[in-house]
Nanobody
Framework: QVQLVESGGGLVQAGESLRLSCATSGHIYSNYAMAWFRQAPGKEREFVAAISWTVGSTYDAESVRGRFTISRDNVKNTMYLQMNTLKPEDTAVYYC????????????????WGQGTQVTVSS
């Protein structure tokens, strides 16, 4: 069973940066993807970005392209989300997840969720 623990959330001003971390334990199958999702108050959970645990390929949502970067450290078994030029609309709880299918952006395809970390961006 894979376990995921997020950290790094907080309160920042618009234009600032944050880096989220997701520490993993347990076996991640090579055909799975690691991903970040987020859920803003009153909105559905949405896909942010994903990365192949083995080869490091990535894909992301258009809303964060050019501002957010997903990466992983296989030695530390940790995934990261570097968030730059944050906007108030980025305010949400950010979740680390394991996706069953490479290329998926669907919450229904998530195998395991982390507990979430709050990111708040003030204007």
């Amino acid at each position: 069973q894979v376990q995921l623990v997020e950290s790094g959330g907080g309160l920042v001003q618009a234009g600032e940066s944050l880096r989220l971390s997701c520490a993993t334990s347990g076996h991640i199958y090579s055909n799975y993807a690691m991903a970040w999702f987020r859920q803003a108050p009153g909105k559905e959970r949405e896909f942010v970005a994903a990365i192949s645990w083995t080869v490091g390929s990535t894909y992301d949502a258009e809303s964060v392209r050019g501002r957010f970067t997903i990466s992983r450290d296989n030695v530390k078994n940790t995934m990261y989300l570097q968030m730059n030029t944050l906007k108030p609309e980025d305010t949400a709880v950010y979740y680390c997840a394991v996706l069953r299918y490479w290329g998926s952006k669907e919450g229904a395809d998530v195998y395991t969720w982390g507990q979430g970390t709050q990111v708040t961006v003030s204007s």
